[in-house]
């Protein structure tokens, strides 16, 4: 257990909603990562927060966002959703802002767009 | 352009050999290059880095090796055991740069 949770586990939406993908980091790290993996992909990163604020941006479609909260849980948004959204969603948090190698993944929300 | 890529998409070993996983790169720039492995349902889990200016490391059962000189990486697993069995991803991180850099994975079956 890598004491990073995110919910739900599985997602399953249609075209054009907008769903919320939430993760809570291990104890005590400030940064958290959004990540996106399809199929045996590998990983696309999103976006960073640190410590509340916007860190670092890969590449993160205008019709996501993200925010890190006071508490230091994050939220993934995804709006007006295709097919091709369908994806893996991983959150990883880390002690820092900078980029570390070892980052803690969640389990990941499985998202499937109809 | 940047990349770090994988040459084996699928790898099957028996139990009890040893394991080889490759991965090519082509950003000489990177500080550390790093595997990460993702069991099935699972998020990925950190295995072992290597600073760039080093050619090997090891850990528990697993050594990493690092040839400059034809930009490769490799990931040698001992022993290998059926709790091995997973995606292996190699990622790259340059100092300066806002994210970890992870390759396609190559799929791990460990044969009983």
């Known amino acids: 257990d890598s004491g990073v949770t995110q919910t739900p586990k599985h997602l399953i939406t249609a075209t054009g909603q907008r769903v919320t993908l939430r993760c809570s980091p291990r104890?005590?790290?400030?940064?958290v990562y959004w990540y996106q993996q399809s199929l045996d992909q590998g990983l696309q990163f999103l976006i960073q927060?640190?410590?509340?604020?916007?860190?670092a941006k890969g590449n993160i479609l205008e019709r996501f966002s993200a925010q890190q909260f006071p508490d230091l849980h994050s939220e993934l948004n995804l709006s007006s959703l295709e097919l091709g959204d369908s994806a893996l969603y991983f959150c990883?948090?880390?002690?820092?802002?900078?980029?570390?190698?070892?980052?803690?993944f969640g389990p990941g929300t499985r998202l499937t767009v109809l | 352009g940047e990349s770090v890529g994988l040459h084996l998409p699928t790898l099957s070993v028996q139990e009890g050999d040893n394991s080889i996983i490759n991965c090519a790169y082509s950003?000489?720039?990177?500080?550390?290059f790093i595997w990460y492995k993702q069991e099935s349902g699972k998020g990925p889990q950190f295995i072992i880095d290597?600073?760039?200016?080093?050619d090997k490391r090891q850990g528990q059962r697993v050594t990493v090796l690092l040839n400059k000189t034809v930009k490769h990486l490799s990931l040698q697993i001992a022993a290998t055991q059926p709790g091995d069995s997973a995606v292996y991803f190699c990622?790259?991180?340059?100092?300066?740069?806002?994210?970890?850099?992870f390759g396609s994975g190559t799929r791990l079956q460990v044969q009983p």
């Open positions: 990622a790259e991180n340059k100092t300066g740069r806002r994210a970890l850099t």
């Open positions: 990883a948090s880390s002690a820092s802002g900078r980029v570390e190698n070892e980052q803690f």
């Open positions: 104890s005590g790290d400030l940064s």
């Open positions: 950003n000489s720039a990177s500080d550390y």
């Open positions: 290597i600073r760039s200016n080093m």
């Open positions: 927060y640190y410590n509340g604020e916007e860190r």
